[in-house]
């Protein structure tokens, strides 16, 4: 029997829906907003507005993409969290509005557990390696740097987690202070291709079991600039390809020595990386080199389906559905993390 869930994202400034037939993806649209660009960051209300605008285009399109009638739907997958309030809201209404109608299931995803499941996606003409239970999940995105032990679709233990900020924070913040534009994440990415990795130094947080910290870094990273530009005005202008290749480097040796000791310790060599912060090059050529080093067998899925997505949202609800967890109509959305 084949099962078809509707998926709906909508926890930042992403407006996404999506159709899978089982763990096969027939369709994931994608609405961004150009809104926030004058602001250097995302607007709450401007979001909760932008996808109040997108919510039913978006839809209507997941469902042509995929060949799929309304009414041939078998449950709607929605994120409740965590994320921005009243973007939550505007996709939990519609998903809940959506079954109610139609009369079928309703199951609220957590946006955190639906980046690790993006794993299981498939694609409609090629069949691919899937990671094997029990795994570690290094997902690190603008908001989460944690380490997950994934011991089942739906059974998951956060082992180890940030602090203060996340990664991709760490990435922004530090770019934003060489004058980057918001997300600095890719771009120091990208000047880190052409610069020296060993170039400079930057502490690193001695941080107790699987946990992580990036503020002292960022400090770090602010004061070394300034004590620079004392010196000389155009320091960072000189040298941002140095400099965004050794804030690279240092930012992926601290999110790999724990995943390192994580897979030492717990003796599980199946290693997935999830989040938007996986895109980096730095990070996947450093996961890359364990494979050799220490017959760790990784996973690190599609672009697409890092960033912000309702493929995954759908997949969770696929898994959610064959165990028959449905969500009631009085399911509130929640910002931070459960
Ligand atoms: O998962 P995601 O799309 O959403 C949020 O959590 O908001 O992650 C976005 C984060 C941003 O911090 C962005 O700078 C970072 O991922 N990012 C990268 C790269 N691509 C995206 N950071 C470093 N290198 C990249 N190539």
């Given at each position: 029997?084949?099962?078809?869930?509707?998926?709906?994202?909508?926890?930042?400034?992403?407006?996404?829906?999506?159709?899978i037939k089982n763990?096969?993806?027939?369709s994931?649209?994608?609405?961004g907003?150009?809104v926030?660009?004058?602001?250097g960051g995302?607007v709450p209300?401007?979001?909760?507005?932008?996808?109040?605008q997108?919510?039913?285009p978006?839809?209507?399109?997941?469902?042509?993409?995929?060949?799929v009638?309304?009414?041939?739907v078998?449950a709607?997958?929605?994120?409740?969290?965590?994320?921005?309030?009243g973007?939550?809201?505007?996709?939990?209404?519609?998903?809940?509005g959506?079954?109610?109608?139609?009369?079928?299931?309703?199951?609220?995803?957590?946006?955190?557990?639906?980046?690790v499941?993006?794993?299981?996606?498939q694609?409609?003409?090629?069949l691919?390696?899937?990671?094997s239970?029990p795994?570690?999940?290094?997902?690190v995105?603008?908001?989460?740097?944690q380490?997950?032990?994934?011991?089942?679709?739906?059974?998951?233990?956060?082992?180890?987690?940030?602090?203060?900020?996340?990664?991709g924070?760490?990435?922004?913040?530090?770019?934003?202070?060489?004058?980057?534009?918001y997300?600095g994440?890719p771009?120091?990415?990208?000047?880190a291709q052409e610069?020296?990795?060993?170039?400079?130094?930057?502490?690193?947080?001695?941080i107790?079991?699987?946990n992580?910290?990036?503020s002292?870094l960022?400090?770090?990273?602010?004061?070394?600039?300034?004590?620079?530009?004392?010196?000389?005005?155009?320091f960072i202008?000189?040298?941002?390809a140095?400099?965004c290749?050794?804030?690279?480097r240092?930012i992926?040796?601290?999110?790999?020595?724990?995943l390192?000791?994580?897979s030492?310790?717990?003796?599980?060599?199946?290693?997935?990386?999830a989040?938007g912060v996986?895109a980096n090059s730095g990070?996947r050529?450093?996961?890359?080199?364990m494979?050799?080093?220490?017959?760790?067998?990784t996973?690190?899925?599609?672009l697409?389906?890092?960033?912000?997505?309702?493929?995954?949202i759908a997949?969770?609800?696929?898994y959610?559905f064959?165990?028959?967890?449905?969500a009631?109509?009085?399911?509130?959305?929640?910002?931070?993390?459960?």
């Amino acid at each position: 029997m084949s099962t078809i869930i509707l998926g709906i994202e909508s926890s930042c400034d992403d407006t996404s829906a999506s159709i899978i037939k089982n763990s096969t993806i027939l369709s994931n649209v994608v609405a961004g907003q150009s809104v926030h660009e004058d602001y250097g960051g995302v607007v709450p209300e401007l979001a909760s507005r932008a996808h109040q605008q997108n919510i039913i285009p978006v839809v209507h399109k997941a469902l042509k993409d995929a060949g799929v009638k309304a009414d041939e739907v078998d449950a709607v997958a929605f994120t409740r969290g965590p994320g921005l309030m009243g973007s939550l809201l505007v996709g939990a209404s519609f998903a809940k509005g959506f079954a109610l109608a139609r009369r079928i299931p309703l199951i609220e995803v957590d946006h955190l557990q639906a980046h690790v499941l993006a794993h299981f996606i498939q694609e409609p003409d090629s069949l691919k390696a899937v990671p094997s239970f029990p795994f570690l999940c290094l997902l690190v995105s603008g908001g989460n740097s944690q380490i997950i032990l994934v011991k089942s679709h739906l059974e998951m233990e956060i082992i180890g987690q940030t602090i203060d900020d996340a990664a991709g924070e760490a990435f922004d913040k530090c770019a934003k202070v060489m004058g980057l534009p918001y997300p600095g994440g890719p771009l120091v990415d990208k000047y880190a291709q052409e610069g020296n990795a060993d170039a400079f130094q930057f502490s690193k947080p001695r941080i107790a079991d699987y946990n992580y910290s990036f503020s002292g870094l960022k400090t770090s990273f602010l004061y070394f600039l300034r004590d620079q530009m004392k010196v000389d005005l155009d320091f960072i202008q000189n040298n941002t390809a140095d400099l965004c290749a050794s804030l690279q480097r240092t930012i992926v040796e601290i999110l790999m020595e724990k995943l390192m000791k994580a897979s030492k310790e717990t003796g599980i060599r199946e290693v997935a990386l999830a989040g938007g912060v996986s895109a980096n090059s730095g990070l996947r050529s450093a996961l890359a080199a364990m494979v050799e080093k220490r017959g760790w067998k990784t996973y690190i899925p599609k672009l697409s389906y890092t960033t912000d997505n309702a493929a995954m949202i759908a997949i969770t609800g696929y898994y959610k559905f064959l165990k028959g967890e449905f969500a009631g109509q009085d399911a509130v959305p929640y910002a931070r993390g459960k």
